[in-house]
């Protein structure tokens, strides 16, 4: 792969090379390598055969995840999102110990591996609220307590913000039907001042539904509330925080 050195930057094909906009510059590559046909019907690509299946689950799998928790994915992000989800649903699909290479699939593997899975890298629950959090995973439900705190002495400062909001949420996902739900639990608007706020408590039930695996996220998002009452959200995703704490 050559990269572009010319102030004239080519997007298009010339003849073999292909040049193009990547996400570090202008770059060119020659077209080549293996048919399309050879690799799906040649014997000696079984193993890819196999390995490309598994990336296409992976691929299905990790952004099915990401759309169940779209209310997440649009606030906390940090352009990493659906990659580091791609070579986690990999991990997934790898730990399947029933099925065969090639069929391996990705609902049968240890959906444990998504626990503590942060979907900011930058911004992350740790360093964004510095008190203790408690996590009570019971048969039929999640609570997470936060103890008495002072936002602006417990919660990290963000520029122009003057309030957060703490969610816990909860996706209920079958990966096999392709079906998902959501449903949230929410502080509200609380305000980034020295007044003590009393112990946070969000609880959600866990729903019984054969095939299917919860998800607890907690989140974190910073807002600003204008006099007039007027809301906007934080441009930034990066100082969104968000964690899976619970799969069940």
Known sequence: MAKQSSF????????????YKGRTGFKARQKGGVSKKKILNDP?????RENLQEFNRAA????????????????SSDGTLHNRLYSLAMKVIYSDIVSNRGERKFELGNMQLFR???FCAQSTIENTLFQQ???ADTADQVAVTITDFVPSVHIRPVENTTHFRITLIRADIDFAAKTYASQS????????????????????????VTGTQHFFALAIEYLQILENGSKYDLYDLTQNP????VVS
Do not use: C
């Open 60 to 75: 299905s799998a990790s952004k099915f995840l990401k759309d169940a928790f779209r209310v997440i994915a649009l606030k």
């Open 8 to 19: 004239l930057k080519l997007e298009g094909t010339i003849g073999d090379v292909t040049f």
């Open 44 to 48: 000696r690509f079984r193993r890819t």
């Open 185 to 208: 639990a929410t502080s509200g608007e609380v305000l980034i001042g020295m007044t003590e706020n009393q112990a946070l408590n969000l609880v959600l039930p866990k729903v019984a």
């Open 242 to 245: 968000a964690k899976i704490l």
């Open 116 to 118: 503590d899975f942060q």
């Open 133 to 135: 959090v408690t996590i």
